[in-house]
């Protein structure tokens, strides 16, 4: 088996995403071995509990630096044997160390089309509002892998989405999450599944 831990941060639409694949068989060579939210009471954990996932909550604001922060992820995950990291809508910072010590296999999905509205500061709903501000009309997602630069790591796949007349950010990105990042990022892990 293809042993996945998961670090989220909120609602938990892209861990569905990965649960529901695995689920239906398309994912049927991996698991997801545990999740991770870095704050407190978040939906994907209940998300998890509820389809027989171990879950806990290493809060960021327990540790006083990126670092110290980061290496208990590190603790965590490698007592886990995981074969990757899939960052779903995980809104924190790793470290360089964390970073390293799992060259190539942690992964991140953008809600944007890497190199747009990406980097520091492009997190949750501000891609989509910066988005609409630039007045693109095609938008997406990405997923790639995480190098130590923000959003900066190797595209594995991205997938376009129309930008329609009279979209607000909450819309557009409902229609981002729909339609590229919960169906990439089941395809990403497919795909470094069958390359281990
Ligand atoms: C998703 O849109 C994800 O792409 C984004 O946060 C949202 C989390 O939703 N991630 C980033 O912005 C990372 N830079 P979810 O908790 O429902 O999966």
Partial sequence: M????????????????????????????CEITSVVSSKEGVFALERAKKHGISARCIARKAYSNTEEYSSALAAHFEQENVDLIVLAGFLTVLSENFIKRFENKIINVHPSLIPSFCGKGFYGLIPHEEALKYGVKVTGATVHFVNGEVDGGKIILQKAVYVQDGDTPEVLQARVMKEAEHIILPEAIKKLSMEK
Avoid: C, H, K, P
């Fill in 2 to 29: 293809f042993r996945i831990g998961v670090l989220v941060s909120g609602g938990g639409t892209n861990l569905q995403a990965i649960i529901d694949r695995i689920e239906d068989g398309y994912l049927s060579n």
